[in-house]
């Protein structure tokens, strides 16, 4: 299902144009147009999820196995030295678009991106605490 006010449902149904690189019924491929490497890509459902939670499992399978793929197929042919996958859920985890998107990002020895975060320092008691608050 499409949401008619959602612009990667647009692009993924060919309604606006984009530099795709693989297309099937499911999904479409394209780079992103602020790329953090020469060839970030990212896999978009061509049904509209606003994020991973709202996916379903058959197609989150789908989309790693295509991240897989595309992976080995960049590494290949663009000379990548290592590959990053980012997948962002809700606006303080930096998601700007609300339809899920898997980020395919090419790494080079030379690329000069970061792409992480400030290591915290938790004690043994707040790893233990921290622990037995997820698994409830
Ligand atoms: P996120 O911050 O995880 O929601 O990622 C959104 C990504 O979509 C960013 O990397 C943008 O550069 C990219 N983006 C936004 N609009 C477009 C567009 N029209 N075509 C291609 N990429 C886009
Ligand atoms: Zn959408």
Known sequence: ???????????????IPSKTIYEDERFRVIL????????????????????????????????????KKLGAQMKQ???????????????????????????LIPRYADDGQKIGWKPGKPSDEELEETKNAIIG
Not at 36 to 53: E, M, Q, S, V
């Open 32 to 67: 992103d147009l602020g790329p953090a490497a020469r060839g970030h890509a990212l896999i978009l459902p061509k049904d509209h999820y606003a994020n991973l939670f709202e996916l379903p499992d058959d197609v989150a399978a789908e989309a790693m196995k295509l991240a």
């Open 1 to 15: 299902m499409m949401d008619d006010n959602c612009i990667f449902c647009k692009i993924a149904n060919g309604q």
């Open 77 to 103: 042919n663009l000379n990548a030295d290592g590959f990053n996958l980012v997948q962002n859920n809700g606006e303080c985890a930096g998601q700007t678009v609300f339809h899920f998107h898997l980020h």
